[in-house]
C-alpha cells in the first residue's frame, strides 16, 4: 500500500507494544495497545483500563483517541492496534464507531504475521457508520 506518512506502519506497531505494557488487565488479562498517528506525523498512544466492575472496561483505542482530543489533536490518519503477538487484534465495534467521527477513511494497522496488516475503516471495517445526518462524519 502506498504509505505518505513519516511514520511507518511497523514504527507505529512499536509503539503500541510499548503503551501495551502499560495496560491494566487483572480481569481479562488481555493486553492490548494503541498508537494514533495524526495527520501532523505526532503519535499518541493508549492501553486498555479494566474495572472491578467489568463493563467499565475502556478500550485502547479509545484511550489513545482521547487522550489526544484532550491534548487538542482531531485529525488522524492511522491508528495501530496489538493484541497477542503475531494476531491481528481487530478493533471492537464501539472503538471503529469512535474511530470513524474523527476520520472515517483511517487507517488501521495491525499485526499479522510478518507484514503489517493495513486496513482502510470505511472500506473494510466499518462501512456504515452511525451518523446523526449523512453528511456528517468527516475528516475536515
Ligand atoms: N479491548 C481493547 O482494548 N480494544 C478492543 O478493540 C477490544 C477489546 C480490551 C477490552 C478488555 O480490557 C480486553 O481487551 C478484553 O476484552
Sequence with gaps: MDWP???????????????????????????VGAALLTEGGDVITGCNVENASYGLALCAERNALTTAVARGEKKFAAIAVVGRSGEACLPCGACRQFMAEFNPALLVVLEEGPEPLIYHLDLDLLPHPFALRSEELTND
Design 5 to 31: 506518512h513519516s511514520v511507518s506502519p511497523e514504527e507505529l506497531l512499536q509503539k503500541a507494544r510499548v503503551a501495551q505494557q502499560a495496560a491494566y488487565v487483572p480481569y481479562s488479562a488481555f493486553p
